[in-house]
Each structure stands twice: as structure tokens, then as C-alpha cells.
């Protein structure tokens, strides 16, 4: 069976002609349908009445009947062709195919993934109740009252005594073998690639199965699940461009987060040890297949733990939701994901690099180190790495790595000990204090998460946020300005702390095999139309 989120292949343009004649079209299904909801009135049937009542789910009608869950009998999955159970059931849905046969017509309801077709006689709903059945469309919504039994066919069926329209459909669905064509329409109209693709509607539920999984994680490792605001009064926690608002009642301008780590330190300051927060983080950056400019982000922090604990809370984070996605049918089996032809094995112990040995190893150095500014620039130049005249050796080192490192990583690879010019909130390395207690994880050349033993020191920490407030005075848009409430409390102690911060959106493009972030988050940020 394969694999519903498995990237399909392109599908050929429609020609030009058809594409022309689109609208036209568009506009007389919409008008055909119109006149037959204006018919269904004047016969004083409402097309979008209130909903209320117990319904039967689709997919748990389907169990108890072939042969599956609790409810499952012997008897009923014997039920053979044209035989009624006398089971009353009532289920709504979705009509995604119709056809008739004169006294006898059908229709095939969907609910969620899972399908169940209706049979509607004449005999059980009369000619009133027929007719209203033969004039529905594909993408009216129903309800369907009557008793499970097997067509003649041996096909599963509610066999209807009453049929109700609960939701007119104005627009026609799109094509059902080959759904919405266009991208731009598939991320602007989400609604109309998940009416038409199983792999669109099996993305969205992997996103719910994968947050599932890191909760379940935490949640056994006595992380306490935590909220923090929204909007800050200065953007911090991260080196990134904010998107700024302003609050008319207060007159101030406040921002959107760009992450939510220093909030999250401030609980472990106050006596939770151990927490985590899932949510949405906001970056004024551009847009590309790895960046949206809003995402999610799962931040964990753990006090009395360094880098080296919070690495293996990422792997078992990572194994963790490839596990759950391939219990719930929706990847292969396996710690494997796949990348195009390229395949990562997620299993084992993932190595740990240091940052720097990886740069030499890249440029052919025996070794290299943060002392000379000179020799770094020299090595940028000889690359094609562009520099800029104010940024220092550690700046460059990362430089190189990012162009000549990073996008060849395909296994997974924690990167450690970044220095401390490029890692302002992470905790000096005790074995050379121009190196912090950094990682990142690198999987196929995409970074999945960034986290450190968190800096402690007070006096340290304003030290690195006057540099950065240097460095935002020179043109830096994404240096962090000083928070001195942080800076507060900080005084007041933070014990020895680990955090790490996952993205959710990365992930699952890794571990579903897609190119672009656009592909897994329902409602992507587009440029306007026409630009």
C-alpha cells in the first residue's frame, strides 16, 4: 500500500484553451447549482439548516462491520450481499460521487478519510425524499438516517430512510484524480487541495500525531507544559528581525515573539524545573522553502541539565515522532526518512562535531581557531564567503561553516561549540571561553534545532547584550537589544540550565520526504497577487 503523504508526481498543465474557458465554466456550474438550491427553497427545503443530534462516525460504522474494533462481531462482518443488519445508524458527510438507476439511487459519503455509501430507495424514502437524492452535487454536505446493511454488490451501505441536505455546496470540488494542478491555488485555497487530496488531509493530521508524540515526551519526563506571551515589550531569545505592532490603549510599541526562551528561563528562575512551551514564533525574514514568517516552535527547558542532556531529549524527540507518524500509517516503517533519492537513517547514536573541526576539515586546515581574525578573512575570500568588515573571527567561522559545511551534513549530526560572538544567551565552554556549550542539529542539511547549556552568569549575560546592542547600533537588524527584566532576574539565580528549541515545521518536512515548508503548514504567508 503506499504511502498517502508521499509527494506525487507533477501533474501536466491543463492547455491553454482549457485554461481560458476555466472561469467561464466555473461561473455556469455556479449558476446550475444556485438554481437548484433557489428549486430546493420553493419546495421548502432549507440547504443550510442548524446541525445537532448524535451522529455515527463513518470510519466506526466501517469497523464494527468488517471485522474491526471493540464493537466488531462475527455476525455483523458475515453480513452478506443484500442483507440488512436492522441496525439503525446516522451519519453525515460529505457527497463525493453520485449515480442512479432509476428507483434506486447512491451516493458515496466522506467523513474524515473513511467513505460509506448510501443507498436510496424509493420504497424507503419515497418519491419526495428519491428526487431530493438525485438532485444533489458532489461537495454537498448530508446527513443520512437509516440501518447498515450490504448492497447486492456486497458494498457496505446505510440503507437510507430519510436523507436531509446540511450544506449546500455553491462550488464543485475540484477535479478528484487530479485534485488542484496549480501550487499557488493548492497554498492559497487550502481547503480546496484538502477536499481533493488525501495527502494533503494526511499532512495536516501528521502535524497533530507529531505534536501528540513531543507532549507524550515531555509529559514523561516531568515537563510542565507552559504558556508565555505573545506580544513583547522588547524582541528577544533569539537573533532575528521582529515584527512590530502597536498597542493603542498602552501607546507603545510592542512585538511579535521571535521565540519564547527568555520567559521560559524566567519559570526555571522561579522554581520550575523542568518546562516547555509549543507555539508560534514570528521572524521578519523572507520567504522561501525553509522559512515562513510565521512557524511553530517547541522551546524545553531543564534545570541542573547541560548541552549533552538536552542532545539526547532531541534525539528522543526526533525517534519519537518518526515512531508515532509510522504507527499511524502515515510514513514507512522504520527510522528512515527520505529526501528525493536521498535517504537518512534516524537510528543509533547521532555523532557529535564540533563546529570548528568541520570548518578546518571543509577548507583543508589541520586546525583552526578563533585568534586570528586574518587568517579566517583570507580563508572567506579564498571560498566566495562574503563578509562584512565589523564582524569578528567567531562571525566568520560561521560563515564558512553555513556555506561549506552545513548543506552537505545528510546524516544526522549534532554541530557543537559555537562561538560565543554568534551564541549570545549560551553558556561559555570551560575548555575555551571564546567556544559556548552550543549545538545544532543538522539532518540533510537543514538545521532541526539549536539549543546549549544556558548562560547563567548575570554579569556575563549583560556583557553579551551590550555587545549585541553595539552591534544592532552598527546596522545589525537582528541583534538582540538588552532586556533588563531578564537581566533581573537572572540576579535573583538561574541554576544550571539546559533548553532547546525544535522546529516543528522542519521537522515534518523531514520526516514526510518535503522540499518545502509550504507543503506542511496548512496556510502558508504568500506574496499579495500579481507580485
Known amino acids: 500500500m503506499s504511502d498517502p503523504t508521499e509527494s506525487p508526481q507533477a501533474e501536466p498543465a491543463p492547455p491553454a484553451s482549457e485554461a481560458a474557458d476555466a472561469p467561464a465554466r466555473l461561473r455556469e456550474l455556479v449558476a446550475e447549482r444556485r438554481a437548484a438550491m433557489d428549486a430546493l427553497r420553493a419546495q421548502g427545503v432549507e440547504p443550510y439548516p442548524p446541525g445537532g443530534g448524535a451522529l455515527d462516525r463513518v470510519g466506526e460504522v466501517r469497523a464494527r462491520f468488517e471485522g474491526q474494533g471493540a464493537e466488531a462481531t462475527e455476525e455483523r462482518a458475515a453480513l452478506a450481499p443484500g442483507e440488512d443488519s436492522g441496525e439503525p445508524v446516522r451519519v453525515a458527510g460529505r457527497v463525493v460521487a453520485t449515480r442512479g438507476h432509476g428507483r434506486l439511487a447512491f451516493l458515496s459519503l466522506r467523513d474524515g478519510e473513511d467513505e460509506l455509501q448510501v443507498m436510496a430507495r424509493l420504497d424507503r424514502l419515497g418519491s419526495e425524499g428519491l428526487a431530493l437524492v438525485t438532485e444533489l452535487h458532489e461537495g454537498d454536505w448530508v446527513r443520512?438516517?437509516?440501518?447498515?446493511?450490504?448492497?447486492?454488490?456486497?458494498?457496505?451501505?446505510?440503507?437510507?430512510?430519510?436523507?436531509?441536505?446540511?450544506?449546500?455546496?455553491?462550488?464543485?470540488l475540484p477535479d478528484k484524480w487530479h485534485g488542484v494542478r496549480e501550487p499557488e491555488t493548492r497554498y492559497r485555497h487550502r481547503e480546496l487541495d484538502l477536499a481533493a487530496s488525501e495527502q494533503a488531509r494526511a499532512t495536516v493530521r501528521a502535524r497533530a500525531v507529531v505534536l501528540a508524540a513531543l507532549r507524550a515526551e515531555l509529559d514523561e519526563r516531568d515537563y510542565l507544559e507552559v504558556e508565555t506571551p505573545l506580544l513583547h515589550p522588547i524582541p528577544g531569545g533569539a537573533n532575528a528581525t521582529p515584527f512590530v505592532t502597536h498597542h493603542e490603549a498602552l501607546d507603545v510599541d510592542l512585538y511579535l515573539r521571535i521565540a519564547p526562551e527568555l520567559y521560559l528561563k524566567r519559570l526555571v528562575v522561579g522554581g520550575l524545573p523542568r518546562v516547555y512551551e509549543v507555539g508560534r514564533v514570528f521572524r521578519n525574514e523572507g520567504l522561501s522553502t525553509r522559512h515562513n514568517p510565521e512557524f511553530t516552535m517547541l522551546e524545553a527547558y531543564q534545570a541542573h541539565a547541560g548541552y549533552a542532556e538536552m542532545m539526547e531529549l532531541t534525539q528522543a524527540l526526533v525517534q519519537r515522532a518518526a515512531t508515532a507518524l509510522a504507527q499511524a500509517g502515515l510514513r514507512e516503517e522504520g527510522l528512515v526518512a527520505r529526501l528525493g533519492e536521498v535517504e537518512v537513517d534516524l537510528s543509533g547514536r547521532w555523532p557529535r562535531r564540533p563546529m570548528l573541526d568541520l570548518v578546518a576539515q571543509?577548507?583543508?586546515e589541520p586546525d583552526l581557531d578563533l585568534s586570528d581574525r586574518a587568517r579566517l578573512a583570507r580563508l572567506c575570500a579564498a571560498h566566495h564567503v562574503p563578509i562584512e568588515?565589523?564582524?569578528?573571527?567567531?562571525?566568520?567561522?560561521?560563515?564558512?561553516?553555513?556555506?561549506?559545511v552545513e548543506?552537505?551534513?545528510?546524516?544526522?549530526?549534532?554541530?557543537?561549540?559555537?562561538?560565543?560572538?554568534?551564541?549570545p544567551l549560551a553558556r561559555r565552554h570551560p575548555d575555551d571561553p571564546e567556544l559556548t556549550q552550543r549545538y545544532e542539529l543538522i539532518v540533510a542539511g537543514r538545521e532541526l534545532t539549536n539549543g546549549f547549556s544556558e548562560l547563567t552568569d548575570p554579569d556575563d549575560q549583560r556583557a553579551r547584550?551590550?555587545?549585541?546592542?553595539?552591534?544592532?547600533?552598527?546596522?545589525d537588524a537582528e541583534a538582540m537589544p538588552i532586556d533588563e527584566d531578564y537581566l533581573a532576574a537572572m540576579e535573583l539565580g538561574?541554576?544550571?540550565?539546559?533548553?532547546?528549541?525544535?522546529?516543528?515545521?522542519?521537522?515534518?518536512?523531514?520526516?514526510?520526504?518535503?522540499?518545502?515548508?509550504?507543503?506542511?503548514?496548512?496556510?502558508p504567508t504568500l506574496r499579495p497577487r500579481g507580485r
Do not use: C, N
Request: no cysteine; proline share 7%; net charge neutral.
Open 465 to 475: 547584550f551590550e555587545e549585541q546592542a553595539r552591534a544592532k547600533a552598527a546596522g
Open 144 to 172: 443520512a438516517e437509516g440501518t447498515v446493511a450490504r448492497s447486492k454488490r456486497g458494498e457496505l451501505s446505510v440503507d437510507a430512510d430519510a436523507v436531509t441536505l446540511v450544506g449546500k455546496a455553491l462550488r464543485p
Open 362 to 364: 571543509a577548507v583543508g
Open 407 to 423: 548543506p552537505h551534513l545528510r546524516e544526522p549530526t549534532f554541530v557543537i561549540d559555537y562561538p560565543v560572538e554568534v551564541s
Open 494 to 523: 538561574l541554576p544550571p540550565t539546559g533548553g532547546l528549541g525544535l522546529g516543528l515545521d522542519r521537522l515534518l518536512m523531514l520526516l514526510l520526504g518535503r522540499e518545502s515548508i509550504r507543503e506542511v503548514v496548512a496556510f
Open 389 to 404: 568588515e565589523r564582524w569578528g573571527p567567531g562571525k566568520l567561522a560561521l560563515e564558512l561553516y553555513e556555506k561549506l
